[in-house]
């Protein structure tokens, strides 16, 4: 099958409870780069950052979280019980060392396997992460990223209820479709980035993903509540990345979430915002994670 991203390399766990769980693994041998998406997405979108990895002699493993793709929903889930899961594949590679990377709403998780692996995990990096649900939360934020996450504090239901209503903004009919509505979160550096592929992949990953809305729902109550651990915890090397034009998640969550733990270092991008940070720095990310191990 070759070293080109590929669903026939998608594997299926049965966990302990039961539940279906979908994960992908590039290759069989070098060092691993477990990365975690981000919302309304799923393992797919590993496809912006393999070929980076893959040329420094590296691996990419990512899974889709619980609700999105082919993994079964966890109800109640939180940012911490994902490494429950990230366990069982782990111990499915008989993985010992590894590094991990997190997008947006990914950037969380990536750092509570951080937190829940020490001396196994070398290093983490988050891209253009949401931040604690501190006091500072909403500071920055766009008007559809604030309004969303302020009905995922108001409860299950009335979340629920939003998302189906709108779904359609991320189940376009084309990629071009897909651009035209995520407009007003793009900035000159997202179009460009979205012209050039990304919008591609993400518009494959929505309708992959987006089966049902119960990924998107709970990630949105994960993300708001206690993440269940602390960044603090972290010992290993962080590297922050943001953009001064992100118009989905302001640069100053990745602020707050380098002062919350001890060895973390801000990477502010000029020009970059929230989808274009990844796809036009994912060599340079890579390349600096991979020099974590």
């Known amino acids: 099958m070759g070293d080109c991203f590929s669903l026939a390399k998608i594997r299926t766990l049965t966990l302990n409870d039961g539940r279906q769980l979908e994960y992908y693994s590039s290759r069989s041998q070098g060092p691993a780069?477990?990365?975690?998406?981000?919302?309304?997405?799923?393992l797919s979108t590993v496809k912006i950052f393999e070929s980076a990895v893959h040329n420094l002699g590296g691996r990419v493993i990512a899974y889709s979280r619980p609700g999105y793709a082919g993994s079964d929903r966890q109800s109640g889930r939180s940012i911490q019980s994902s490494v429950a899961d990230i366990t069982a594949i782990l111990e499915d590679l008989d993985l010992d060392s590894f590094l991990s990377v997190g997008w947006s709403a990914g950037g969380p998780h990536a750092l509570a396997m951080a937190a829940a692996f020490p001396g196994r995990c070398h290093g983490v990096s988050t891209v253009a992460s949401v931040g604690m649900p501190d006091e500072h939360f909403r500071h920055g934020m766009s008007e559809l990223t604030m309004m969303v996450l302020t009905l995922a504090e108001q409860g299950e239901s009335v979340l629920e209820q939003w998302i189906v209503e709108n779904r359609e903004m991320l189940l376009c009919e084309s990629s071009q479709a897909l651009i035209a509505s995520l407009e007003m979160l793009l900035g000159d550096s997202d179009r460009?980035?979205?012209?050039?592929?990304?919008?591609?992949?993400?518009?494959h990953s929505f309708q992959r993903a987006m089966a049902t809305e119960s990924g998107w729902v709970d990630d949105h109550l994960a993300l708001v509540k206690n993440w269940g651990f602390s960044p603090?915890?972290?010992?290993?090397?962080?590297?922050?990345w943001c953009g001064d034009e992100?118009?989905?998640?302001?640069?100053s969550h990745s602020?707050?979430?380098?002062?919350?733990m001890t060895a973390a270092?801000?990477?502010?991008?000029?020009?970059e915002g929230h989808y274009s940070i990844l796809w036009n720095n994912r060599s340079a990310i890579a390349c600096d994670l991979m020099n974590k191990f």
């Open 232 to 240: 603090q915890s972290i010992g290993c090397s962080v590297t922050v």
């Open 265 to 271: 270092e801000v990477r502010m991008m000029k020009g």
């Open 255 to 260: 602020r707050n979430l380098a002062k919350a």
């Open 192 to 203: 460009s980035a979205m012209q050039d592929g990304l919008a591609d992949i993400m518009f």
């Open 246 to 251: 992100d118009k989905v998640m302001p640069p």
């Open 33 to 42: 780069v477990f990365f975690h998406h981000g919302v309304a997405s799923d």
